[in-house]
């Protein structure tokens, strides 16, 4: 039986953890790697399983250490954000075999739109304060703003994900996916 510690699967691993350390710099709102490393995980990883726990992970483990920093890394709305996340992983597990730019530039904004929509529908509704359908549609918009950030954000780091790992493939042989004999 193979291990799963083999060098693709700490290479794959450590850029994801990477990418959710960088939430703990200094940043513009929404311009983060968390689609990213959702989307990453779901269409690298070989172990289905592994595709959602080890972004989830990592996800928690920034979140827990924003929490020690400055408080922010737990709020009401985080099922929201983890449902999200996990989708955007499923997503990306579903397309593993479109590795091509442009198929994951698609997936990239297809996961800014998800998050988009899921997450400010959690903040509409665990608010009490902003009701019915107008107040819906009053929370997407407040979102909008934010909402070029969340794009920006995908993008840049799906383009160092992936784009690290396709250059490491290209050095390292020994990262590519083992074809089944």
Same mark, same amino acid.
Request: charged share 10%.
């Given at each position: 039986?193979?291990?799963?510690? @083999? ?7 450590? *850029? ?13 709102? @929404?311009?983060?790697?968390?689609? *990213? ?7 690298? $990883?070989? &172990?289905?399983?592994?595709? =959602? ?8 483990? /920034? ?12 709020? @009401? %709305? ?5 449902? /999200? $996340? ?12 479109? /590795? ?11 996961? /800014? ?6 997450? &400010? ?16 549609? %009053? %929370? ?15 993008? =840049? =780091? &799906? ?5 690290? +790992?396709? +250059? *490491? ?6 990262? *590519? ?5």
């Amino acid at each position: 039986m193979k291990s799963i510690f @083999n060098p693709r699967f700490i290479f794959i691993s450590a *850029a994801i953890f990477i990418a959710a350390i960088s939430r703990l710099l200094p940043h513009p709102y @929404n311009f983060t790697p968390i689609a *990213a490393i959702a989307l990453f995980g779901g269409m690298r $990883f070989e &172990n289905k399983k592994l595709a =959602f726990i080890i972004p989830l992970l990592a996800m928690f483990l /920034s979140d827990a250490a924003l929490q020690l920093i400055s408080g922010t890394g737990f709020h @009401n %709305t985080m099922i929201f954000v983890y449902g /999200s $996340f996990a989708l955007i992983s499923l997503m990306g597990i579903t397309m593993s075999k479109q /590795s091509k730019i442009g198929s994951i530039i698609g997936l990239s904004l297809i996961g /800014s739109i998800l998050f988009f929509l899921i997450t &400010n529908f959690g903040v509409w509704a665990e608010s009490g304060s902003i009701t019915g359908f107008t107040g819906l549609i %009053t %929370t997407y918009a407040a979102g909008i703003p934010f909402f070029g950030r969340t794009v920006g954000g995908d993008l =840049f =780091f &799906n383009a160092v994900l992936f784009g690290s +790992f396709y +250059f *490491a493939q290209l050095k390292f042989p020994v990262l *590519a996916k083992v074809k089944a004999k």
